[in-house]
């Protein structure tokens, strides 16, 4: 109830005192009105819900940290602490990026919060509204015929670590000496689905972004490359885009050309 010197009304004080022992029931009391065996079922409740959604959101962290111990603790530091600004289930997942990316603990593996954020995005990409069946596109135009359609349902990635392969038998203590680079699409059938790319396939979409035809695109990815034999960068950039096309992440050329 209202401490001293307070002058919150008795029923404000009582929510504030409820939802702290519900965030953490280790560290702040049980209000006292309420019957101990109902306070319980509040408090797994709404554990057990928070925890349900982030061990689907992120199976592969919450393995990993399991084994270590750390996984609850971690989940329960989350609901304690962070201050969500979304009341929405769907984005308890993005909330828990941002609190690890507040987060300084050195016990935690340094890979974590990059690991969570690759788990994440196929979340984000799955309940995108984008419709794929809105745009006007020809899947099977010569690539050099027209301006080059981008899915708007990719997302293109740079990492530290090899996200891509840390599982509970490979957990690296150090990053890359060169970055992991991929690419997460949700296909035409919504099925989301990660590609390992390089450097200059990232750089080749950032400039088709900007120039979407192909023949200029090509062009100018060479003129960043004076060492490589300008034919070469051509012929392996369409064979590119071909597998790019083959994996739904360019969709084909803009109808009506």
């Known amino acids: 109830?209202?401490?001293?010197?307070?002058?919150?009304?008795?029923?404000?004080?009582?929510?504030?005192?409820?939802?702290?022992?519900?965030?953490?029931?280790d560290e702040h009391p049980a209000p006292s009105e309420i019957e101990p065996r109902r306070m319980k079922i509040y408090v797994e409740l709404f554990y057990n819900n928070i925890e349900?959604?982030?061990?689907?959101?992120?199976?592969?962290?919450?393995?990993?940290?399991?084994?270590?111990?750390?996984?609850?603790?971690?989940?329960r530091d989350f609901v304690h602490h962070h201050a969500s600004s979304s009341p929405y289930f769907l984005e308890i997942s993005q909330e828990f990026l941002s609190f690890l990316?507040?987060?300084?603990?050195?016990?935690?593996?340094?890979?974590l919060l990059e690991l969570c954020h690759y788990e994440w995005v196929e979340l984000a990409?799955?309940?995108?509204?984008?419709?794929?069946?809105?745009?006007?596109?020809?899947?099977?135009?010569?690539?050099?015929d027209g301006p080059i359609v981008i899915s708007p349902l990719i997302w293109k990635l740079a990492y530290r670590y090899p996200v891509h392969l840390i599982g509970e038998k490979f957990q690296p203590e150090q990053p890359s000496d060169e970055p992991t680079y991929l690419i997460?699409?949700?296909?035409?059938d919504d099925r989301v689905s990660f590609l390992a790319a390089n450097a200059l396939t990232m750089r080749l979409l950032d400039i088709l972004a900007e120039?979407?035809?192909l023949d200029a695109a090509l062009a100018e990815l060479?003129?960043?490359?004076?060492?490589?034999?300008?034919?070469?960068?051509?012929?392996?950039g369409i064979e590119t885009l071909k597998q790019?096309?083959?994996a739904e992440i360019v969709l084909g050329v803009e109808s009506g050309r």
């Open 1 to 25: 109830m209202p401490q001293p010197g307070s002058n919150l009304p008795d029923f404000r004080a009582a929510q504030l005192e409820f939802a702290a022992h519900i965030r953490n029931p």
């Open 52 to 75: 349900n959604f982030l061990a689907s959101g992120f199976p592969i962290a919450r393995k990993i940290l399991l084994a270590q111990g750390a996984w609850h603790d971690l989940v």
């Open 101 to 111: 990316g507040d987060l300084d603990d050195a016990q935690l593996p340094d890979f």
């Open 125 to 144: 990409l799955s309940v995108s509204e984008i419709d794929l069946g809105e745009l006007d596109v020809d899947p099977e135009a010569d690539l050099l």
């Open 184 to 188: 997460v699409n949700r296909c035409r």
């Open 211 to 213: 120039q979407p035809m």
């Open 222 to 236: 060479a003129a960043e490359l004076p060492d490589l034999d300008t034919e070469v960068v051509h012929n392996k």
């Open 244 to 246: 790019l096309r083959d």
